[in-house]
C-alpha cells in the first residue's frame, strides 16, 4: 500500500468498536444466562478469533445485521471442544479464555499464529496455576500453546509484577469459578473494561485505587451492550489531524475511559488541539466525540502510571514526535516489546529509516523531532498498529511510504483505508 503527503484533511469517522469491549462483551455474553445483543461490535480478526473459540465449545452466536446476538448457557454451560481452540492474533483472546477454561470440568488445547506463540504467557500461567489451575506450556517455553486441564479453583490475592489488563483479566474471570475471593492488584492502574462490564452483568466486584476483588457466587444475566469507538483506532486520526496542515477532523462516540485516555493528555501536552463534544456513559464506559486540529507540537517526556493508559498508542505517539520540535522521551514501555511485534525495535528501525532522529532504549526511545521525514519501504512485521501507524507518517513525510504488508491492518481496523480516504479532499 502507498502512501503520500497530503494538504489537509476534513471531514467525520466513526472508528469501529473497541476491540477490548468487543472481547469480552462475547465471553461474558456466553457464560450468562439469556441473550447478550451487541451493537458496534469490532468485527476484526482478533475479535473474530473469540467467536470462534466460543462456537467451538456449544455458544450459539449469529450475526443480525449490524448486530451480534450471544446466546449465553450461564457459567457452567460450555462445552469441551472437539478440536484444538485457535485463537489466532488474538492476545486478548488467549489470555482471558485461559482463565475461564482453567475452571471448567473439561481439558482444552489453546494455540494462535506464530506472533502469539512468541507471547509471554508465564504471567498468566503462574497466578492461574496459585488458584488450582494445571496449565501447562506444550513446547516448555512459557508461550503457546497451551494445554490447560479444568479444575476447582480457590481465589487468591495476587500482586501483579505487571499492569496489564489481560492478566488482571484472565485471574478475575478464573475466580468465577473459584471458592473464596479472587483478588488482583496491579502496579499501576490497567484498563478496567473487565471490571465495569462483569458489574453491569451482575458479578459482584469491587474496585479500590490499584485493587479488584472479584466476590464468590456468582450469576451473569444477559445484557444489551453499545460498544464504544476504540480510542486506540482513533488514535491514528488524532495523529492525522495534528500533523497534516489545514485538518480537523471530528471523531464520533470515541471510549474515552481515564484506564485508555493517555493520548489525549499526552497530545494535549504536546501542544495539540482536541476538544470533545456530547459527553455521556454507555454501560458504564464514557464516551465523547472528539474533534481535532492541526497544530504545532513540541517535546515531552512519556513515562510512570500514564503508560498502561497508552500502551496501544506509543507507536503513533512516537510517529507525531518525530514531528514535533525538541525532544520527546518515552519511557517505562518495555511492554511493548512483547506486542505483536517489539515495537520499540520495529519503531527505531523504520522511523530511522524515514530520516527521524530515534534512539532505541531499553525501556522506550529518545526522540529528537523537527527532522523533515521521507518516505521509505516499510516493515510492519505484520502488526496491524505499525502498519497504521506509518500511514499517517506517510501523509506527513516528504515523497512515498511504501507499506507491503498492509493486510495485517484487518486485525483491528479492516476499514482503516477506506476511512482515511473519505478525509482527503
Not at 441473550?35 to 452466536?61: V, Y
Not at 446476538?69 to 486478548?92: E, F, M, R, Y
Not at 506450556?137 to 495476587?158: F, H, M, T, V
Not at 453491569?200 to 444477559?222: D, H, K, N, V, W
Amino acid at each position: 500500500m502507498n502512501f503520500h503527503s497530503v494538504s489537509s484533511l476534513s471531514g467525520t469517522v466513526t472508528v469501529p468498536g473497541d476491540k477490548s469491549i468487543s472481547h469480552r462483551a462475547v465471553m461474558f455474553g456466553a457464560l450468562a444466562e439469556g441473550t447478550t445483543e451487541i451493537s458496534h461490535f469490532l468485527k476484526g480478526a482478533d475479535c473474530l478469533s473469540t467467536i470462534s473459540c466460543f462456537r467451538q465449545m456449544g455458544i450459539s452466536i449469529e450475526e443480525q445485521g449490524e448486530k451480534i446476538l450471544v446466546h449465553g448457557k450461564g457459567l457452567h454451560g460450555l462445552q469441551p471442544p472437539s478440536q484444538i481452540l485457535d485463537c489466532g492474533n488474538s492476545g486478548t483472546t488467549t489470555r482471558l479464555i485461559s482463565g475461564i477454561l482453567a475452571g471448567q470440568t473439561f481439558d482444552t488445547t489453546l494455540t494462535g499464529d506464530s506472533s502469539i506463540q512468541k507471547r509471554p504467557m508465564k504471567r498468566i500461567i503462574d497466578p492461574l496455576c496459585q488458584m488450582g489451575a494445571d496449565i501447562r506450556s506444550i513446547n516448555q517455553n512459557d508461550c503457546a500453546p497451551l494445554s490447560i486441564s479444568g479444575r476447582k479453583l480457590r481465589g487468591i490475592s495476587y500482586h501483579s509484577p505487571v499492569a496489564s489488563a489481560q492478566v488482571k483479566s484472565a485471574i478475575l474471570l478464573a475466580g468465577l469459578y473459584a471458592e473464596g475471593e479472587t483478588r488482583v492488584t496491579e502496579p499501576a492502574l490497567s484498563r478496567n473494561h473487565t471490571e465495569l462490564m462483569l458489574s453491569s452483568f451482575g458479578a459482584s466486584i469491587s474496585s479500590e485505587q490499584l485493587t479488584a476483588t472479584l466476590y464468590p457466587g456468582q450469576r451473569l444475566m444477559a445484557q444489551s451492550i453499545q460498544v464504544p469507538g476504540d480510542i486506540s483506532s482513533a488514535a491514528f486520526f488524532l495523529a492525522a489531524g495534528l500533523l497534516v496542515p489545514n485538518s480537523q477532523i471530528h471523531l464520533k462516540h470515541v471510549g474515552i475511559n481515564p484506564t485508555r485516555d493517555g493520548i489525549l493528555h499526552v497530545f494535549r501536552q504536546m501542544g495539540g488541539t482536541i476538544t470533545m463534544e456530547n459527553l455521556k456513559t454507555d454501560g458504564g464506559e464514557p464516551v465523547a466525540d472528539l474533534i481535532v486540529q492541526s497544530s504545532s507540537l513540541h517535546g515531552t517526556v512519556i513515562q510512570g502510571d500514564i503508560i498502561p493508559t497508552l500502551i496501544d498508542e506509543l507507536p503513533v505517539i512516537a510517529a507525531a514526535a518525530c514531528f514535533a520540535e525538541g525532544k520527546t522521551i518515552i519511557r517505562d514501555a518495555a511492554e511493548l516489546k512483547v506486542k505483536e511485534s517489539n515495537r520499540i525495535a520495529v519503531m527505531t528501525h523504520n522511523l530511522k529509516a524515514m530520516g527521524a532522529d530515534v534512539e532505541e532504549t531499553p525501556d522506550g526511545m529518545i526522540i529528537h523531532g523537527g527532522r523533515p521525514l521521507h518516505g521509505t519501504v516499510i516493515d510492519s512485521h505484520g502488526d496491524h498498529r505499525i502498519a497504521m501507524t506509518f500511514a499517517i507518517a506517510g501523509l506527513a513525510a516528504q515523497g512515498e511510504t511504501l507499506i507491503p504488508d498492509w493486510d495485517c491492518v484487518n486485525i483491528s481496523y479492516p476499514d482503516f483505508l477506506t476511512d482515511l480516504q473519505s478525509l482527503i479532499s
